[in-house]
């Protein structure tokens, strides 16, 4: 007798498959810091030696610190507000009756298919003609309008996936509107939010062409190393700064899975 | 409470969606302390009503007055009423403690007498020490007992429930039933309870409205309303019920006479002006005020041949349906035991006498 239903049964070939896929994704990610580690400018194998060179130079290198303080920032920014524009979108789609309401939507998630770099150039002509100065507030500007769909389409069915009837709760039981939201709504969605701020500040952290329209003189992450390419000398660095992103990533997705285990939240208001 | 018979007063309350008509025309008093129901298929209107008291929906016309206040500007959160949902909606990040305590926040109670009425009304519904539990890890039974609870615990004027008593199953929902109404009799206030079990209405009920189609069609008290329904359609929902075409002979006084198809020559209590001479109307007929023999009665009731066809066996009891010559369906005929005075059980295609008293026939106007 087999211990598994009928739909538990694994399938072999499928199996192979999907091994060979997550290997073909992320060997050449694994190359990375493999190459961060070797004793020599190219990558390439075969391997030359173990040497934390490529790491001094790039803790040394002041600029790639400032880059990388710089997407932190626009990162860290972009998602605040736009998981804060979500939040109050995701509740207007899905709680309240209104005219006109999908094609609102519509044009909310319009930047999820238009092209980057349409989206670039269309706001660097705006900007410019309103002679605002191209900065780090330029790009956070751009990135917002490309994370708001992404934060929307994380925090909707969050909103669609609670009873209504909970809301309904607190006003019945003396909360206004403002208290409800604060002590039911938000909380009930609040994995969604998480998961919206981490998704947002990813995307604006990694974002290229937007940037590189919009940004003045001080470079993101992504337009700075852009330009240490076509310095080979500067490469391995490059690499050692992208191992340490890497790993940066792994502990962010791991905090970030962790928080949303069911009934990580529970804590949050257990106050009467 | 300064008009305790007219505690709350609907006066010509309607709700429309769009087209849709869910709530036409309400015109109800509910005294203080009444364990009032609101009875219907689903559909028809007592949830979008329930919901109107509460405040969650503004009625498209008419007016709700609770303790001579006025509603219609008034939102949820200051109203005198508390409700229980249907799914109970308790908040499954909070414990039960903060679920019960969750709207005397706005109530500016000291801390030791906000403990003190959430140990209260815990003990009340039977959880004490359940206090640090969370929702999912409660029973059906018990949600709904925090739910309770937490309404309660405000103190409101009114309490709605929302079909409370509909997702537990059958030997709970008997249980919860009496917790209920003892627990209602305790606090003294005003419970307007939804159903679409008339078993419940009738079982919990002071007074019950049957609704339909947006309409109260009889609001009554259930024995009144299994006794004396004013028409085709509250008899229908309410219990089961033979219906027969008839048409009045002559009244006199009190008494009609009529000629019924099928049972020929019957008598009734001439009940309202409708019965006139030469009308249509229906004779209604509990099955359990029908009785079953072998032979033809000698006690003077009214009886009719007929031909016993099926019985449906409902274990206290047993309903058998019995075809009458004239009759468009077999009559139900309730009884304990399926057999004959001497012994012998009745067996399909018996020649039976269905047999009745004057008073248990009950006269509604044609549909």
Sequence with gaps: MREVSYIERS??????????YLAFLYIPVLFLPLFSFN???YAAFPLKGFTTKWYEQMLASEPMFAA????????????????????????????????GKQPVVFVIMLPLVIPGIILGVALLILVTRLGINLSLYTVTLGHILISVPFAMATLIPRFEGFDKSMEEASADLGANAWSTFWRVTLPMVFPGVLASYLLCFTISFDEFIMAFFLAGTDPTLPIFIWGQLRFPLLLPR???????????????????????RPGAIRSLDSRP | MSNNDAFIILTGVSKHFGPVVAVDDINLTISGGEFFSLLGPSGCGKTTLLRMLAGFESPTSGEIFIDDAPMSEVPPYQRPTNMVFQNYAIFP???VRANIGYGLRYDKLSKAELDRRIDESLEMVKLPGFGTRRSEELSGGQRQRVALARALVKRPKVLLLDEPL??????????MQLELRALQESVGITFIFVTHDQEEALTLSDRVAVMARGKALQVASPQQLYNCPVSIEVADFIGQMNFIDAR???????????????????????????VRQGAQVVVAVRPEKLSLSYESSSDGRCSVQGEMKTAAYLGDRSHIYVTVDGCEKPLSVAAQEVESSSGQPIERGSEVWISWADESLVLLPVA
């Design chain 1, 39 to 41: 004793d020599a400018v």
């Design chain 1, 238 to 260: 490059v690499l050692a700064l992208g191992a340490c992103i890497l790993a940066v990533s792994f502990v962010l997705v791991f905090i970030a899975q962790w928080l949303a």
């Design chain 2, 248 to 274: 009045v002979i002559e009244v006199e006084g009190e008494r009609a006479v009529l000629e019924a198809r099928g049972l020929g020559r019957v008598r009734a209590v001439a009940s309202a002006d409708f």
């Design chain 1, 68 to 99: 990388l303080t710089n997407s932190i920032k626009v990162g860290a920014t972009t998602a605040l507000l736009a998981t804060v524009l979500g939040i109050f979108g995701a509740k207007a789609v899905t709680r309240y009756r209104m005219p």
């Design chain 2, 93 to 95: 990040h909070l414990n």
């Design chain 1, 11 to 20: 399938n072999r070939p499928l199996h192979v498959y999907a091994l060979m």
């Design chain 2, 166 to 175: 509909g997702a537990l199953d059958k030997k709970l929902r008997e249980e």
